[in-house]
Nanobody, 125 residues
Framework: QVQVAESGGGLVQAGGSLTLSCTPS????????MGWFRQAPGQEREGVSC????????KYADSVKGRFAISRDNAKNALHLQMDNLKPEDTATYYC??????????????????WGQGTQVTVSS
């Protein structure tokens, strides 16, 4: 069973920055594309960004392009999301998960449908 532990969320003012981290277990991290997702109250969970296994390809939702940067460290089994110029509409619980594909032609989708606790990001105006 895949387990993930997300961290790094918090309360920040609009225009501020946060860095989220994720450490999955129960899988060979370096073999998997990874993704970040978020869910705001009353809304469906959406894919925010993904990165392929060797960091050669990254994908971002239009709403975060130019503000968020995804990265990974396969030696440390760690995934990160650098979030800059945060906006109130970025307020959500953020989750990480292995994804089936990270490509231009496919949606960002959790490969296993297991979710961690997530980390809350709140951006005040």
């Amino acid at each position: 069973q895949v387990q993930v532990a997300e961290s790094g969320g918090g309360l920040v003012q609009a225009g501020g920055s946060l860095t989220l981290s994720c450490t999955p277990s129960g899988l060979t991290f370096a073999n998997w594309a990874m993704g970040w997702f978020r869910q705001a109250p009353g809304q469906e969970r959406e894919g925010v960004s993904c990165i392929n296994w060797n960091s050669a390809f990254r994908k971002y939702a239009d709403s975060v392009k130019g503000r968020f940067a995804i990265s990974r460290d396969n030696a440390k089994n760690a995934l990160h999301l650098q979030m800059d110029n945060l906006k109130p509409e970025d307020t959500a619980t953020y989750y990480c998960a292995p994804v089936e594909y990270c490509s231009d032609t496919r949606p960002i989708k959790n490969a296993f449908n297991d979710w961690g606790q997530g980390t809350q990001v709140t951006v005040s105006s």
